[in-house]
């Protein structure tokens, strides 16, 4: 029976992170609900669509430690696809009078479910993923966050320029609006445990041992560029799916959605929640998507109706989040989880955690200090006195 539950306890402690998760979810859930305004229903779906990325993002980027600027291409497919093949076709058709034969033959007559668009969103994206795998996969460092950023270039083009498909720079309309908030807080636990499964799996295992050290990790048999391009293929479809889901919630949307602006937007925000959370875990991408959500939601609600008489001036809310990310990166390098995974509930131990860090920076201060055989060959009586002249 002891060993029944050494069992039981074990299976506890590695599924209590992706678990206690979902519950912060499905409590955020409950409490937006029992709100009932129409301003933070909108921030929670928000939070959560931005959380679905950062957890696509941490797949690839948390894992691998090369950092992608461009997954926002995947939700940009992911949208486009989505909303192609569950608007009406009288919409289709006037949106799109010179839609391309080979698509409009197959494009027109669908008129699919909110699930089933959502899913082939989500799979147009692994593909595409899929296909540029092969040259990311191959790169490492800046190298990398430069290819990356030319497959968010390439797809927006590829959007604004071919209007007989995506309606070029003008905003696509007639999407279904079938994202609510209990839909994308479900997807949410889906992927918070698709994450979770990925990195304590043989391929993500193998991919973090080359993101720690790649020569190592080579001299053992792991394949890298195979190993990052699972990620990148995986990562690529958790996009694509939130990218789906963010069109049928907004209804209109246009390139510009998926790229570079004057303000803030979901390319750098995305990078920014999983830097301030901490990369290299699961727990690490969550606490940074709320963390920033709360921040940037809190000044941008103070600047638009100002609390106690106060009004910030406007970009209050930029700089809040500008100051929040520069203080994260200076105190925190390895962000505010330190990349690490929640911990079994017994385990928490303010105190214990208290000496720990005191024991660290003990070992730090000792291993700073020089060797006794440094300390004597540095002392002023070891040294050689000179003779006088």
């Not at 959560?48 to 090369?66: E, M, R």
């Not at 959502?118 to 490492?140: S, Y």
């Not at 700089?319 to 990349?339: C, D, E, F, K």
Request: glycine share 10%; hydrophobic share 50%.
């Amino acid at each position: 029976m002891t060993a029944e539950l050494r069992k039981l306890e074990s299976l506890g402690r590695r599924s209590w992170p992706p678990i206690f998760l979902s519950l912060l979810f499905l409590l955020t859930w409950a409490v937006i609900e029992n709100v009932n305004s129409a301003y933070w229903t909108d921030v929670a779906v928000t939070l959560f669509l931005t959380l679905i990325v950062v957890l696509g993002l941490q797949i690839f980027s948390g894992n691998s430690g090369v950092v992608s600027f461009g997954h926002v291409a995947f939700m940009a497919i992911g949208a486009y696809t989505s909303a192609l093949l569950t608007m009406p076709t009288a919409i289709k058709q006037f949106t799109f009078p010179t839609m391309p034969h080979f698509l409009k033959s197959w494009i027109f007559p669908a008129h699919l479910g909110a699930l089933e668009g959502t899913l082939i969103g989500g799979g147009f994206a692994l593909v595409f993923a899929l296909i540029t795998a092969a040259p990311i996969a191959r790169l490492a460092g800046m190298a990398a966050g430069i290819a990356t950023l030319a497959i968010i270039v390439i797809v927006n083009v590829f959007a604004s320029q071919t209007p007989s498909v995506t309606n070029g720079t003008a905003s696509i309309i007639g999407v279904p609006l079938t994202t609510t908030l209990l839909s994308v807080t479900v997807w949410a636990v889906i992927f918070v445990f698709v994450a979770f499964a990925f990195q304590r799996s043989r391929v993500g295992l193998r991919l973090r041992a080359s993101r720690e050290n790649r020569r190592a990790a080579q001299s053992v048999g792991v394949r890298v560029t195979v190993e990052r391009a699972i990620a990148w293929t995986l990562s690529g479809f958790v996009v694509g799916v939130a990218g789906a889901l963010y069109g049928h919630y907004f209804i209109t949307f246009s390139p510009s959605d998926f790229y570079f602006n004057n303000g803030l937007n979901i390319v750098v925000l995305t990078v920014a929640m999983l830097v301030v959370g901490g990369m290299t875990s699961v727990t690490g991408a969550v606490v940074g998507c709320y963390v920033v959500t709360i921040v940037y939601s809190f000044f941008s609600r103070w600047e638009v109706s100002g609390f106690f008489g106060v009004t910030p001036p406007s970009g209050t809310s930029n700089l809040a989040l500008s100051l929040l990310l520069l203080g994260v990166l200076i105190l925190r390098p390895g962000g505010l989880t330190g990349g690490r995974e929640i911990t079994w509930p017994t385990d928490w131990n303010v105190d214990g955690l208290w000496r720990r860090r005191r024991a660290e920076g003990r070992s730090a201060a000792l291993a700073a200090e020089p060797a006794p055989d440094e300390q004597i060959a540095k002392s002023p009586a070891a040294s050689p006195k000179r003779g006088r002249r």
